[in-house]
């Protein structure tokens, strides 16, 4: 074989591997949806946007403790640490029975062109703000069981 | 000799190919699948082990429930489409309780892994039961992933993270 035809067939190769590799990997990665993301929020008033944060705020500070607390409990499974856990999980479960609900029914209107009622984002606010203290105290309680242990 | 060239250049083409390939595929979900046929525990003296064993299943299920938790939370604050989003509101209360129901089996859990008792056929039942609990929250919670297919999901988003939707 000529030495420009060798030369020719391995770019040839070379090209059609880059590009198996890059279609590979574009066929099996995730593709963003071009309707999730932030786009959706354009369509939501800043005081409804500002419960759905609160909300996933809460919602994290949530899931962030249930992995300290099991890791706690794994060193140490005293009946303070269970019972720690045991609300985070029941306080989980409210904050989706309740206060996920109000929030959706805020943002339902909104996401179809209406305005949302004052009334009802008032007292879903003030709901998840006390939620919010309720999950704060978590904090404290889990202090106290350490305070508890050491004793 | 060009076609020995060009066989051994395709050879190797393919064998890249497929080892491209298997390398961008997502990895199968460690908590997607029938769940592993586990030995009951009959009654015998020492229960040590086999606590263990059951209580790392207890912390691995653990694991994966937080992850649904977050994922399901995920889904819903990214997607506006509103028949999809009844779906993956019903689904996050499933998931909600499903969660509750495991934690509510820490204190079982612990009095069985602590083993105080000197009555090995109450270790035994407590054991099996922990087992048999701890199988079904599996079983239900593979479900949830196709629960979130069928609500339009991606199959690997719910246990492991991910594109929640198809592109």
């Known amino acids: ?151 | 000799m060009t076609r020995i060239t060009t066989g051994a250049a395709l050879c190797v083409l393919g064998l890249l190919s497929v080892v491209t390939l298997s390398a961008c595929t997502p990895g199968p979900s460690t908590s997607s699948g029938a769940s592993d046929p586990r030995p009951r525990v009959e009654a015998v003296s020492d229960f040590t082990d086999v606590a263990t064993d059951v209580s790392d299943q207890f912390q691995t299920q653990l694991t994966d429930m937080r992850n649904q938790v977050i994922n399901i939370q995920a889904a819903i604050k990214s997607w506006p489409n509103e028949g999809n989003m009844q779906c993956y509101l019903q689904l996050q209360v499933s998931i909600g309780q499903q969660f509750q129901d495991l934690v509510s089996l820490r204190p079982q859990i612990q009095t069985m892994v602590a083993n105080e008792t000197s009555d090995s056929d109450a270790e035994a039942t407590l054991i099996n039961q922990m087992q048999s609990s701890l199988d079904a929250l599996k079983k239900t919670m593979d479900g949830n992933n196709k629960t979130f297919i069928a609500c339009g999901g991606n199959s690997d988003f719910l246990s492991e993270g991910g594109a929640p939707f198809p592109g």
């Open chain 1, 1 to 151: 074989m000529r030495l420009s035809t060798r030369r020719a067939l391995a770019a040839l190769v070379a090209g059609v591997i880059v590009a198996t590799f890059a279609s590979g990997c574009a066929a099996t990665q995730p593709t963003p949806s071009p309707a999730t993301g932030a786009d959706w929020r354009d369509n939501v008033s800043p005081e409804v946007l500002e419960l759905d944060d609160a909300f996933q705020a809460a919602h994290d500070a949530l899931t962030d403790s249930i992995g300290p607390i099991g890791q706690l409990i794994a060193e140490d499974p005293t009946d303070c640490r269970i019972e720690a856990e045991q609300r985070i999980a029941d306080q989980l479960v409210e904050l989706i029975d309740t206060h996920q609900v109000q929030l959706q029914a805020l943002l339902k209107v909104e996401r179809e062109g209406g305005q949302h009622d004052e009334a009802a984002l008032a007292k879903a606010t003030h709901d998840l703000e006390a939620m919010r203290e309720v999950i704060d105290g978590n904090d404290d309680a889990l202090e106290s069981c350490e305070k508890e242990a050491g004793q």
